[in-house]
């Protein structure tokens, strides 16, 4: 049974910065997708990152890009967002959620592209 635990979230300041945490276990296979995923109050979950972990490639959305990295430890099973220039618009609960069947390429940032979902965790931008 895979599991993802996230931790990072917290409160800063606009222009500051944090990092995410996605620890994984239980995949069986070195075949998976890890992406990080993030929802406001009354809005739709939104896909902001995401890394494969067989060939290394990450993706972004455009409202992420240039500011937002997603990179991995395999050593430690262990994803990262590294968010910075963070804006009061960053604000949402983040999740990172992972796909161990491969992703539809132009589907990376739909939700039920993943099987598995972490807790997630609260990031508040804001002065």
């Known amino acids: 049974q895979v599991q993802l635990v996230e931790s990072g979230g917290g409160l800063v300041q606009p222009g500051g910065s944090l990092r995410l945490s996605c620890a994984a276990s239980?995949?069986?296979?070195?075949?998976?997708?890890i992406g990080w995923f993030r929802q406001a109050p009354g809005k739709e979950r939104e896909g902001v990152s995401c890394?494969?972990?067989?060939?290394?490639?990450?993706y972004y959305a455009d409202s992420v890009k240039g500011r937002f990295t997603v990179s991995k430890d395999n050593a430690k099973n262990t994803v990262y967002l590294q968010m910075n220039s963070l804006k009061p618009e960053d604000t949402a609960v983040y999740y990172c959620?992972?796909?161990?069947?491969?992703?539809?390429?132009?589907?990376?940032?739909?939700?039920?592209?993943?099987?598995?979902w972490g807790q997630g965790t609260q990031v508040t931008v804001s002065s």
């Open positions: 890394i494969s972990n067989r060939s290394g490639r990450t």
């Open positions: 959620a992972a796909s161990a069947s491969g992703i539809t390429p132009g589907r990376r940032f739909r939700p039920d592209e993943y099987t598995y």
């Open positions: 239980g995949f069986t296979s070195d075949y998976w997708d």
